[in-house]
């Protein structure tokens, strides 16, 4: 109770801030204000890390460092949304709230500053979301979640993107709808739902359609993979986890270097980036292919020194895992043609990326991540970066 009621002050606070702001010249006095009262909210109730993060984003605004719009709409975002959220149960329905509420933050403080940064706002609101099913379980997440929020919404706004609002709704719904789909048949997790869509409105907003297709195509083959003889990898204990049902971690690990050649495209429309993606993506649809079915055809080998070793090791690769690394890439860059994204010679380039990609995964495996010094998600990562690299650096080779 003692908690709720610092947040209805820190909403006023807000509410005040926003209000008065446009009017005060000096940036360093509005957050000096700020500072102070989020410490006397601390003070006389629960709100430790709502301090700390008041604290830490009044200091960035007050040095210049986060614009005013930036500021009030993170704090906006984060005080109201937490508010509605309270002690609600942990599932869909309440981070439907939560959404809506950061949605209204934005809005209100979007009309009230006559700013009608709609990007910005969405990217805020889905960073607000996507924090907060990560961090539910941890102390300090409101601070984190505030400083994230103001983080995405920055960025955003320097990009100085322009994206048509309709196309921007489009995106939103479509993403969602795809990723509340993949959540009912359990192939995703609340996590992997809203991280999939951020992937998917990045896709969508920066570059077009035809490239969340193509992300769609690795989903679907991932997926169809992961459940590939499930009950046989459940009794040998390699399954993915959460009955097949992907996390952000795994979302993350897989599409966020190819996210961010969408946005590399979107500013800069170099077909370089087109490469990159697709060879990313590629990476991962070989990667899932060749670990989830490759670890039913038999007695792997260690890819550092081809000795027998047991199913399911880091790094041990089967004959049968390397054939479908090849198809899984092949079939990626297959629907990037079709869809007109690539080029025929940039079909063979992405395979052969998907093919490096996952041997790279492979290596890392079998040296750092036996060793402990990397997870399987820090592992697809450098892999898919690794298969980017390599579609990036032949095809600079071999066309420019």
């Known amino acids: ?35 102070l009262y989020a410490l006397i909210l601390w003070r006389f109730f629960d709100t430790k ?30 005080v109201l949304g937490e508010l509605v959220f ?17 949605a209204w933050a934005g809005v209100l403080v ?20 996507l924090l907060k099913v990560i961090l539910l379980k941890y102390e300090d997440s409101l601070m984190i979640e505030g400083v994230g929020i103001a983080m995405t919404m920055w960025l955003i706004q320097e990009l100085n993107y322009q994206a048509n609002l309709q196309m921007v709704v489009a ?33 969508l907003v920066f570059a077009d359609a035809r490239w969340f297709i193509i992300m769609l195509a690795f989903f679907i083959l991932g997926s169809s993979a992961t459940k590939y003889k499930y009950a046989y990898k459940k009794r040998i204990g390699v399954e993915q986890g959460q009955s097949g049902a992907r996390g952000y971690r795994n979302v993350f690990a897989n599409g966020i270097v190819a996210a961010a050649a969408a946005v590399l495209f ?39 020194t081809f000795k027998q070793v047991p199913i399911g090791t880091n790094g041990g690769v089967t004959l049968t895992g390397e054939v479908v690394a090849v198809l899984g890439g092949l079939a990626v860059s297959l629907v ?23 041997n790279i995964d492979s290596l890392i495996g079998a040296t750092l991540e036996n060793k402990g010094f990397l997870g399987n998600a820090g592992t697809n990562l ?19």
């Open 49 to 78: 890390y709502l301090t700390y993060t008041f604290c830490v984003l009044a200091t960035l605004y007050g040095i210049g460092l986060l614009p005013f719009f930036v500021f009030a709409t993170a704090l906006a975002m984060l």
């Open 1 to 35: 109770m003692q908690r709720q009621r610092g947040l209805g002050y820190a909403a006023a606070l807000v509410a005040g801030a926003t209000l008065v702001g446009p009017y005060i010249n000096q940036a360093w006095l509005m957050a000096l204000v700020v500072i």
């Open 336 to 358: 990037a043609f079709l869809l007109g994204v690539i080029t025929p010679e940039m079909v063979a380039i992405c395979t052969l990326a998907g093919f490096v990609g996952t």
């Open 171 to 203: 995106a939103v719904i479509i993403a969602f709808t795809f990723g509340y789909f993949a959540f009912r048949a359990k192939t995703a997790d609340l996590t992997g739902l809203f991280s999939a869509a951020l992937v998917g409105i990045i896709l």
């Open 86 to 102: 309270g002690n609600r149960a942990d599932d869909l329905n309440t981070y439907l709230y939560y959404i809506i509420s950061t």
């Open 266 to 304: 979107g500013v800069f429309q170099d077909p370089v980036y087109i490469v990159m993606y697709v060879g990313c993506v590629a990476t991962a649809a070989a990667d899932t292919l060749a670990s989830e079915i490759g670890v039913t055809g038999g007695v792997p080998y260690l890819i550092t």
């Open 110 to 129: 979007m009309a009230y500053l006559h700013e009608m940064e709609f990007l910005t706002v969405i990217f805020g609101i889905i960073a607000a979301v």
């Open 382 to 400: 450098l892999a898919t970066i690794g298969g980017g690299i390599f579609a990036v650096a032949l095809f600079l080779f071999l066309f420019r």
